[in-house]
């Protein structure tokens, strides 16, 4: 798949909100969502250089494997990136999403796309002020405050902040040189955002179905592939 513009990127995230009645301003209960869409969700231990795996059966069924290893913050992030694999793209074969695929194109999409869906540009223009936005001059109380109502991590709501071009190049340097857990507890935060969660946690209709595969052994690097195929057949 070729890179997307990202006013089609934005587009696609709108209507993704629009088709399950989300606001363009409203944060995204993520598991009530996986539940709605159906897709079948387990946080697996993985490896640090995974971030998650998806994948569409040739029937219609999703599936998607979030490496609980990652931050919540991150986990999240992760979450809406597979959504789009999994509802923007036709290929069928599991997709696997690791620091070492991050520039292919399919992955640029998909990370735009989440970004966009989790920090919808209307949600984020209505909590910020006119002078901040103009200024570009975002206070840091704010960058945690955004972090904390949206749910992602602090490289998301930069990364985010700077697409927009609500955030100046220097202030995007500064905060993300700070440790996001320390700052955030120090501004009186619950800090549960910014650590590992989820572990074995399944979500969706076939719990049971998964939960039975996913007890026959711990997933390992040289195996994972073949768990998800053997999901793909059941499903399929």
């Known amino acids: 798949m070729k890179k997307l513009k990202p006013e089609i990127l ?7 909100r629009a088709d399950n009645n989300l606001s363009q ?3 995204i209960a993520l598991k009530s969502l996986l539940q709605k869409l159906n897709v079948l969700t387990s946080f697996r231990s993985l490896s640090d250089d995974f971030y998650g795996i998806s994948i569409r059966s040739k029937n219609g069924n999703r599936f998607m494997m979030i490496n609980f290893n990652r931050t919540k913050g991150r986990q999240h ?12 793209e036709e290929n069928l074969t599991p997709n696997i999403c690791s620091k070492d695929t991050q520039k292919e194109p399919s992955e640029v999409n998909a990370n735009y796309f989440a970004s966009a869906l989790l920090m919808p540009r209307e949600g984020l223009y209505k909590e910020l002020t006119k002078d901040e936005i103009e200024s570009k001059e975002i206070p ?4 945690i405050y955004l ?15 700077k697409q927009l ?15 996001a857990k320390s700052t955030a507890r120090e501004y009186g935060y619950d800090t549960a955002l910014y650590e590992k969660g989820g572990r074995n946690l ?5 719990g049971e179905k998964a939960k039975y595969l996913f007890d026959k ?6 195996h994972y592939c073949e768990l998800m195929n053997q999901i793909y057949h059941e499903k399929s």
């Open 10 to 16: 934005e587009e696609f995230a709108n209507k993704f």
């Open 25 to 27: 301003t409203q944060p």
């Open 77 to 88: 992030f992760t979450i809406c990136h597979e959504l789009y694999h999994l509802f923007y």
């Open 140 to 143: 840091l109380s704010k960058i």
């Open 147 to 161: 972090e904390q109502y949206f749910s992602v991590s602090r490289q998301s709501i930069l990364i985010r902040l």
């Open 165 to 179: 071009k609500f955030l100046s190049d220097k202030l995007f340097e500064l905060y993300s040189s700070l440790p």
């Open 202 to 206: 399944i979500i969706g209709s076939f």
């Open 217 to 222: 052994g711990k997933i390992s690097e040289g």
